[in-house]
């Protein structure tokens, strides 16, 4: 019997969503004790509400999120001590035989068991039904039902708390939603003329959380918020567009999953496509390309460009460039940092420029920070960067331009020979977006 719980909990996975986790113990529950069905009702005040439920649920009318008047049910009489928690031949036992839930579903085994938070208040029961005797049942298959009852109630109350998490998290992403969320731009700036040529919006949120923007997006996905959000900071960024001047772009990020959202093109508004660069972003696994590349063609005909971001991080990456024919590449900070330096990222870098240029797409450097990158960079046929040293997120355009290009024209004076050990990995060039 123990030996049942052991193997069961060694299989778990922590990770697990509890209703999986409860699942799996009902049925070996069921599969162990030898009997017909097995569910866990939740007692909400006079009714006893079907939660979770295992084998055969027609035979005993059992329907998931179903309820019922919990007086006159054995769960009731279990938990009250009126009724023992076995009953074997229940249509000829003194407390059972003339209830008319034994002849109704044709009771012949009963065990049931209450399930307990840790603070000891009553969730409800744990119980397992057959039409079919089974007199080999005893009091060690009682005790067996409370350990598995054990696992079911630690795993009830892990979800009541997650999901009182996942209210306050949906509450907290409302709020953003009703505009607790801004954007800062960052320059993007062409390393020939030193002139900001576009700006990319970051999504910003209270600071008070104590959380970043990733995990703001990540926590939107996880409650099922994750495209809202997502079309909340393309319509706040947009919103900005007019700020700008006439000659820069715009880049937005967005995922896959979002692209194929009908309220897409609600989010794009009126803004010009030729001013807006749509960043492809990566929160899960793509597994069918195929619809967001339709989207994606029927919005380049608009005129929309789009762009591939974090280069060089792993496969998702190179399965976007494949699959969506970017307009732009984007190459991620990891590569790009240190790479003055760093044969391999030289020409790691390099190889992205001549891709670039053969598909006739710009290709911008993220995280540009030192001078000594920059310039490499720039040798290497990248055309366009953007970066600390280039010109920080801030909130206003205007500024952000003078900064960004203030920022350009101070690296071009102070520029040194660092630029030398680049030049053994010079690449292709291609055009900064503008």
Not at 286 to 305: C, I, M, N, S
């Amino acid at each position: 019997m123990t030996a049942v719980l052991t193997s069961l909990l060694r299989s778990l996975d922590g990770s697990d969503h509890p209703g999986r986790i409860i699942e799996r113990v009902m049925h070996v529950a069921r599969e162990h004790l030898g009997l017909q069905v097995a569910f866990v009702a939740e007692f909400d005040g006079s009714q006893r509400v079907f939660r979770y439920a295992n084998g055969d649920l027609q035979r005993f009318s059992v329907q998931v999120d179903g309820a019922e008047p919990l007086e006159g049910t054995y769960c009731s009489m279990v938990c009250s001590g009126v009724l023992e928690p076995l009953v074997q031949d229940a249509r000829h036992h003194p407390q059972t035989g003339g209830m008319p839930i034994t002849e109704a579903l044709g009771v012949d085994v009963y065990l049931g068991v209450p399930l307990h938070f840790s603070d000891g208040s009553l969730y409800g029961t744990l119980c397992c039904l057959s039409q079919q005797p089974n007199p080999a049942l005893g009091e060690s298959d009682v005790v067996f039902l409370r350990m598995a009852a054990a696992i079911v109630a630690e795993q009830l109350e892990r979800d009541e708390i997650a999901e009182v998490g996942r209210a306050a998290a949906v509450s907290e992403l409302r709020a953003a939603l009703d505009g607790g969320l801004w954007v800062v731009h960052q320059p993007v700036v062409d390393l020939r003329t030193w002139q900001v040529v576009g700006y990319e919006a970051l999504s910003r949120f209270p600071s008070e959380s104590g959380r970043g923007p990733q995990q703001w997006f990540e926590q939107a996905w996880a409650v099922g918020l994750g495209a809202e959000l997502e079309l909340a900071a393309v319509r706040t960024a947009l919103a900005t567009l007019p700020l700008l001047p006439q000659d820069v772009y715009l880049a937005v990020n967005i995922s896959p999953d979002t692209l194929l959202s009908p309220l897409l093109g609600a989010a794009l508004g009126q803004a010009p496509p030729d001013r807006v660069v749509l960043e492809i972003t990566e929160h899960a696994q793509v597994f069918d390309y195929r619809p967001a590349t339709q989207q994606l063609q029927a919005l380049r005909r608009e005129g929309f460009r789009v762009a591939i971001d974090d280069l060089g991080t792993g496969h998702a990456g190179v399965n976007h460039l494949l699959q969506f024919s970017p307009d732009v590449l984007k190459i991620d900070r990891s590569v790009v940092q240190g790479v003055r330096r760093d044969p391999l990222r030289r020409a790691v870098t390099a190889t992205f420029a001549t891709l670039a240029a053969h598909l006739g797409a710009a290709l911008v450097a993220e995280g540009v920070e030192t001078e000594e990158d920059r310039d490499a960079l720039e040798v290497l046929g990248v055309t366009a960067a953007q970066g600390y040293l280039l010109g920080r997120p801030a909130p206003w355009p205007a500024d952000l331009r003078a900064r960004g290009a203030g920022a350009a024209a101070d690296s071009a004076r102070t520029r040194s020979g660092a630029r030398g050990a680049a030049e053994d990995g010079q690449g292709g060039r291609a055009a900064a977006p503008s």
